[in-house]
């Protein structure tokens, strides 16, 4: 169980144009799921908090109006990368809330931006 | 700052020995810490995980140990086996609800 999804699972675009990933939550319903995003060799750096029905919170230094979010339904949170430029490229990560207090991963959206 | 560090970007074990991975936070409000196991490209995979009301976990080959007084963690593998060959995170947060703070991640390589 706690099966996390994330589509696409690479995406390359033009500088920009905008980018939406989906992160799914297959067998659990997951009233706050999580975007990170790793850059090569760091760590995974939280982004965002999307709680289902209301506005994410952002952490500081993470652009509101660059990575909108929604979580329009307990297993589905989407990220919209807008104007993407390459500076964005990066590797990002959503996660759901399961049981026991314990986050479970997505595969992660691998972004080029060109 | 970094609040959770892991100090060693690498880690060279013989397949059979202990594998022991460590990790040390300096937020003192952090009360949850896991362990997740990642390969390149890939999300995190969970391990194990501990609540600051205990001071040692175990699930199978996979135990962790809190030390909440010295602000450590470690995670101890055992026997260690060529498929534990992977970069292994530690993270923490507040409540266990919140989203994680992740240390830089240690390379586990398991020598045959």
């Known amino acids: 169980g706690a099966v996390v999804s994330q589509h696409p699972s690479w995406v390359i675009c033009k500088s920009g144009t905008s980018v939406k990933i989906e992160c799914r939550s297959l067998d659990f319903q997951a009233t706050t799921m999580f975007w990170y995003r790793q850059f090569p060799k760091q760590s995974l750096m939280l982004m965002a908090t999307s709680n289902e029905g209301s506005k994410a919170t952002y952490e500081q230094g993470v652009e509101k109006d660059k990575f909108l979010i929604n979580h329009a339904s307990l297993t589905l949170s989407t990220l919209t990368v807008t104007s993407a430029h390459p500076e964005d490229s990066s590797f990002y990560i959503c996660?759901?809330?399961?049981?026991?207090?314990?986050?479970?991963f997505g595969p992660g959206t691998r972004l080029l931006v060109l | 700052d970094q609040q959770v560090k892991q100090n060693s970007p690498s880690l060279s074990v013989q397949e059979g020995r202990i594998s022991i991975l460590n990790c040390d936070y300096t937020n003192s409000m952090f009360d949850y810490f896991l362990w997740y196991k990642k390969y390149p490209a890939e999300g995190p995979t969970f391990l194990i995980s501990?609540?600051?009301?205990?001071d040692k976990n175990e699930d199978g080959r996979f135990t962790v140990f809190l030390n909440k007084s010295a602000k450590h963690l470690s995670l101890h593998i055992v026997p260690s086996q060529p498929g534990d060959s992977a970069v292994y995170f530690c993270?923490?947060?507040?409540?266990?609800?919140?989203?994680?703070?992740f240390g830089k991640g240690t390379h586990l390589i398991i020598q045959p």
């Open positions: 501990i609540s600051s009301i205990k």
């Open positions: 996660s759901a809330f399961g049981t026991s207090e314990t986050q479970y």
């Open positions: 993270a923490a947060s507040v409540g266990g609800a919140d989203g994680l703070t």
